[in-house]
């Protein structure tokens, strides 16, 4: 039986909208409408039903039971077709430029994060019923190889910093560096709802009735 008042995935939308994707894969605000990007995308999603949600810098990330990430902005609609069958979970860091010299990366994603109003870059990580984690940056054609590869589902993604936590369907979970190739793993033994990774590189794990904090040493390069 499919719930409309069921949410899949929540996120917070660059105006600071705080959205929720039912269980029919479409957009629900509060009130109704919020503003053009949000009420754009809902639009979308009422006709072509998303099955993952996240949002970061000025875009609105969705995907599809095709497997096609697409990046909503009031710029325009990126999209790209990553992934064999259903998107099953996306993340997103936007680096920005501040005032000072230096750059800063912000995160957002289906936990609610507030994104940056100012990104420069979007780099976009998804996984799917193929059991392939990917990366991609909108404008750039998107890499042939996956960051990772299972036999199984990924359940859920967050990055974080240099950190990009992912989960599985089989029960295990993951801290990863993309720029080292660095991997820390764990299995709880319950199915997992929900990861987060924070910047200092604490992977955060949500089960049916526990949240687990795991303060990670080092992520190993994997061989």
Do not use: N
Not at 51 to 77: E, K, N, P, Y
Not at 136 to 159: D, I, K, M, T
């Amino acid at each position: 039986m499919v719930r409309e008042d069921r949410v899949l995935a929540v996120a917070c939308l660059p105006d600071g909208t705080q959205a929720a994707l039912d269980e029919r894969g479409r957009l629900r605000l509060p009130g109704g409408r919020a503003g053009r990007l949000a009420d754009a995308v809902a639009a979308t999603l009422a006709s072509h039903p998303a099955t993952a949600l996240a949002a970061a810098g000025d875009s609105v990330l969705t995907g599809d039971r095709m497997g096609t990430v697409h990046a909503f902005s009031l710029t325009g609609l990126e999209q790209a077709a990553l992934h064999s069958g259903r998107v099953t979970a996306l993340t997103a860091t936007a680096t920005v430029t501040a005032t000072a010299p230096a750059a800063a990366t912000v995160t957002a994603t289906a936990s609610g994060a507030a994104p940056s109003p100012a990104p420069a870059a979007l780099t976009v990580y998804s996984g799917g019923t193929d059991g392939t984690v990917r990366a991609w940056r909108p404008g750039r054609p998107p890499g042939r190889s996956a960051l990772a590869r299972r036999p199984c589902p990924v359940v859920a993604l967050h990055a974080a910093g240099p950190y990009l936590a992912v989960a599985w369907a089989d029960g295990l979970a993951e801290l990863r560096r993309p720029d080292t190739g660095g991997t820390a793993l764990f299995r709880p033994g319950p199915r997992i709802r929900a990861v987060a990774a924070t910047a200092d590189g604490t992977l955060v794990v949500g089960l049916d009735d526990a949240v687990l904090h795991l303060a990670c040493r080092a992520c190993r390069p994997r061989r």
